[in-house]
């Protein structure tokens, strides 16, 4: 069945450095890929999406680009704030409701 | 306006209790689900609806039951509640059932004692 693989937590970052979270996919099909956020105590919200192969999905100073030659869809920010610490979630969605990673937590600290 | 909404948003609760909570959606969306989140982060899918029918039913004790009165509601009910139950439970909406974004509720802290 379909499923997603994302880089193990927790990543800890100083302010302005460089995030990658890196997400690897299993898939039948062309499914979508998501990219979700769980701020502390709240629910998931939708970061960025791609739907095709060569998509850039961006929000918020986040990219994500869709490569379906290495089934991967990792997640960038070129400077992070203490404000994107959160958990990140990597979800694909082809002919069955959404399959999620089993989370990343970020901690950026001053 | 709140998109996807449940109450309450904190239950304590005893063991071998009956609860239930609610969520709404006033997205106009036809497909709604129940997760539940462990202290991990990990989330689980446990049931799917569609147009008030249920879709997916995962491997979920039928100690959990949801029923679905209209497109827009979407409830579940616990019974004989166990300290394993003890979880974030998040309800979500999408326009339909597969490549849709889904849109989460704030979720419901349940503690069972």
């Known amino acids: 069945g379909d499923s997603v693989t994302q880089m193990e937590g927790p990543v800890t970052l100083s302010e302005e450095a460089f995030l990658t979270i890196n997400c690897t996919y299993t898939a039948t099909g062309y499914p979508s890929l998501f990219w979700y956020v769980q701020y502390p105590g709240e629910g998931l919200q939708l970061l960025l999406k791609a739907t095709k192969a060569d998509d850039k999905g961006s929000n918020k100073g986040f990219e994500a680009t869709y490569r379906k030659e290495t089934t991967s869809f990792h997640l960038e920010k070129g400077s992070v704030q203490v404000s994107d610490s959160a958990v990140y979630f990597c979800a694909l969605s082809g002919n069955t409701p959404l399959v999620f990673g089993k989370g990343t937590r970020l901690s950026v600290i001053a | 306006d709140t998109a996807v909404s449940q109450t309450p948003k904190y239950l304590v609760t005893q063991m071998g209790n009956d609860k239930s909570i609610k969520c709404e959606q006033n997205?106009?969306?036809?497909?709604m689900y129940w997760y539940k989140q462990d202290s991990k982060k990990f989330l689980k899918i446990m049931f799917s609806y569609n147009n008030k029918e249920l879709i997916i039913n995962e491997t979920v004790p039928n100690r959990f039951s949801p029923k679905s009165p209209d497109k827009a509601h979407l409830n579940l009910h616990i019974n004989s509640l166990e300290l394993g139950d003890s979880a974030v439970y998040f309800c979500a909406s999408s326009q339909q059932l597969s490549q849709e974004t889904q849109y989460f509720g704030p979720g419901t802290r349940l503690l069972v004692l």
């Open positions: 997205l106009g969306h036809d497909t």
